[in-house]
């Protein structure tokens, strides 16, 4: 069974930092291209960074670029994203999700809660 | 970046009703357009891919239609299981952005 663990979520001060994890099982992860899509509370939800199944490729949406790196070890079959510079708009349940074929996201994991606040 | 819109932003019905919902993209996608469900406090799940081709293990009671700037969802006969916010989303080019959702309520 495909599974995917978020971890890392917290409270957190603007400007401060996180390093969110997703750990995969079930599937080959080193095949895979994976992304961070992010869910504000009540809102549709946005996707946030990819990385290509190695890892040398990785894209971001605008508002996170120059603050969010997003990488893997594929030895440890685990995802990760830095959140540095983290602003209040930060705040979301992020997860984490296998881009199947150009955007299409599934299964996705449960999600950690990113709260952003002073 | 492409902006998509559903309506109506929420809906009530009872069980056995027809439900269907629509999705607008701001220019022509063709038919680059994925359908997702989300149940209450979960995550969301993809349902469907090229407006109309559904996952295997969703039911057949789900269809999709559409193409260009304007799709639709259709449920045929809303069961328990179905209450849910609805998202669509465009996959013509990066990034890939999400509707704003439809959430369907117990009458």
């Known amino acids: 069974e495909v599974q995917l663990l978020e971890s890392g979520g917290g409270l957190v001060q603007p400007g401060g930092s996180l390093r969110l994890s997703c750990r995969a099982s079930?599937?080959?992860?080193?095949?895979?291209?994976m992304s961070w899509v992010r869910q504000a509370p009540g809102r549709g939800p946005e996707w946030v960074s990819g990385?290509?199944?190695?890892?040398?490729?990785?894209s971001y949406t605008d508002a996170v670029k120059g603050r969010f790196t997003n990488s893997r070890d594929n030895s440890r079959d685990t995802m990760y994203l830095q959140m540095d510079s983290l602003r209040v708009e930060d705040t979301a349940v992020y997860y984490c999700?296998?881009?199947?074929?150009?955007?299409?996201?599934?299964?996705w994991g449960q999600g950690t809660l990113v709260t952003v606040s002073s | 970046d492409i902006q998509m819109t559903q309506s109506p932003s929420s809906l009530f019905a009872s069980v056995g009703d027809r439900v269907t919902i629509t999705c607008r993209a701001s220019q022509n996608i063709g038919d680059y357009l994925n359908w997702y469900q989300q149940r209450p406090g979960g995550s969301p799940r993809l349902l469907m891919y090229?407006?109309?081709t559904l996952l295997g293990g969703v039911p057949s009671r789900f269809s999709g239609s559409g193409s260009g700037t304007e799709f639709t969802l259709t449920i045929s006969s809303l069961q328990p299981e179905d209450f849910a916010t609805y998202f669509c989303q465009h996959s013509y080019r990066t990034p890939g952005t999400f509707g704003p959702g439809t959430k369907v309520d117990a009458k």
């Open positions: 999700v296998i881009d199947l074929s150009g955007w299409r996201f599934d299964p």
């Open positions: 990385i290509s199944p190695g890892g040398e490729g990785t």
């Open positions: 079930g599937f080959s992860f080193s095949s895979q291209l």
């Open positions: 090229a407006a109309s």
